[in-house]
């Protein structure tokens, strides 16, 4: 049973290059997430789907994207990479309202 | 709006110690809480939820948390704290959309 599985674990990008950060669950949960945790500030909503096909902003949703075109995959791109995007980005999923996130183990991603 | 506080950023107890790990929320409904623990360089992991019911929840790894309305807390503890408890703790109120707003975390460190 692998959970929440985030590639890549690390990256360096330089700025203004994309890339796009892989989150897959194979709980066949509906609700999938993307988090980035930055020291001292806890956790970030960047954007957030409801089930395949549905996609919404969170809190911080500037300088990204996302898509989810099946119920396992929720990718997160990344385009025009700033310093300000250097975090530790985290996928998470969740079967419906009310219930606790599963999280992956997170992508450290830095912007020199 | 929702928000999540978390009073102490960084706590030190002995081993064998009782542990508070305070949290307060605001919340305009009647929340749904969660503490999650998140070990160095890993995801975070749920410890305990509350949706209604009990004010008294129990959790994995020996932890509980009570939940009070009146103070608008959602308080960790633990009787006797191990050296493997060492880790950061979040806080969470879950909104619409299943949504989680996240405290900042309180660090835990455990001396011998």
């Known amino acids: 049973n692998a959970g929440v599985t985030q590639t890549p674990k690390f990256r360096i990008l330089k700025i203004g290059q994309s890339m796009t950060l892989q989150c897959a669950q194979d709980m066949n949960h509906n609700y999938m997430y993307w988090y980035r945790q930055d020291p001292g500030m806890g956790l970030k909503l960047i954007y957030y789907?409801?089930?395949?096909?549905?996609?919404d902003k969170g809190e911080v949703p500037n300088g990204y994207n996302v898509s989810r075109s099946t119920t396992e995959d929720f990718p997160l791109r990344l385009e025009l990479a700033a310093p300000s995007q250097t975090s530790v980005y985290f996928c998470?999923?969740?079967?419906?309202?009310?219930?606790?996130?599963?999280f992956g183990s997170g992508t450290r991603l830095t912007v020199v | 709006a929702q928000s999540v506080t978390q009073p102490d950023i960084h706590i030190t107890v002995s081993e064998g110690a009782s542990l508070e790990l305070r949290c307060n929320y605001s919340?305009?409904?009647?929340?749904?809480l969660f503490w999650y623990v998140q070990s160095p360089g890993q995801g975070l992991q749920l410890l305990l939820k509350?949706?209604?019911?009990?004010?008294l929840v129990q959790g994995i790894k020996g932890f509980e948390a009570e939940f009070k309305r009146s103070q608008s807390s959602f308080n960790l503890r633990k009787p006797s704290v191990h050296w493997s408890d060492a880790a950061e703790y979040f806080c969470a109120v879950g909104a619409s959309g299943n949504q989680f707003y996240f405290g900042t975390g309180t660090s835990l460190t455990v001396i011998p």
């Open positions: 509350y949706f209604s019911g009990d004010t």
């Open positions: 919340y305009g409904a009647t929340p749904y």
């Open positions: 789907s409801v089930g395949a096909g549905i996609t």
């Open positions: 998470a999923s969740s079967p419906g309202q009310g219930y606790g996130y599963t």
